[in-house]
C-alpha cells in the first residue's frame, strides 16, 4: 500500500527556514516524480516542487531560488528545504508521488509564517 507522511510542518517568522520530510512506504525510485504542493486557506491548491526518478528537479517561480527539493533513496524519504519564508508561504503542504501513472498524495503538515 502506497502511503506518504509529511512532517515538519510548524509556526516561523518571516526570513526563517523549515525542512519539510515526506516518508514513503515504498522504494521511492519506483516513483515516476515525487513532489510538493501546497494549498493556502481558500485558494487552490499550487504545485511547488518536483524531483524526477533521474533526480532533476523543478521548482514554481514564486519559490524558485528559496525551496529546495531532495531525497535521500536509503530513508525513502523527500525533502523541501524552504528558506527565506514569507507569510505567503502559509498553506497546507502535501506531498505527492506518481507511481504506475498514479498519483498518491499525503495527509498535508501546516506551514504558517507570520509577518
Known amino acids: 500500500q502506497v502511503q506518504l507522511v509529511e512532517s515538519g510542518g510548524g509556526l516561523v517568522q518571516a526570513g526563517e527556514s523549515l525542512r519539510l520530510s515526506c516518508a514513503a512506504s515504498f522504494t521511492i525510485f519506483s516513483a515516476n516524480a515525487m513532489g510538493w504542493y501546497r494549498q493556502a486557506p481558500e485558494k487552490q491548491r499550487e504545485w511547488v516542487a518536483t524531483?524526477?526518478?533521474?533526480?532533476?528537479?523543478t521548482y514554481a517561480d514564486s519559490v524558485k531560488g528559496r525551496f529546495t527539493v531532495s531525497r535521500d533513496v536509503a530513508k525513502n524519504t523527500v525533502y523541501l528545504q524552504m528558506n527565506s519564508l514569507k507569510p505567503e508561504d502559509t498553506a497546507v503542504y502535501y506531498c505527492t508521488a506518481r507511481v504506475a501513472m498514479t498519483d498518491y498524495w499525503g495527509q498535508g503538515t501546516q506551514v504558517t509564517v507570520s509577518s
Open positions: 524531483i524526477t526518478r533521474a533526480g532533476r528537479t
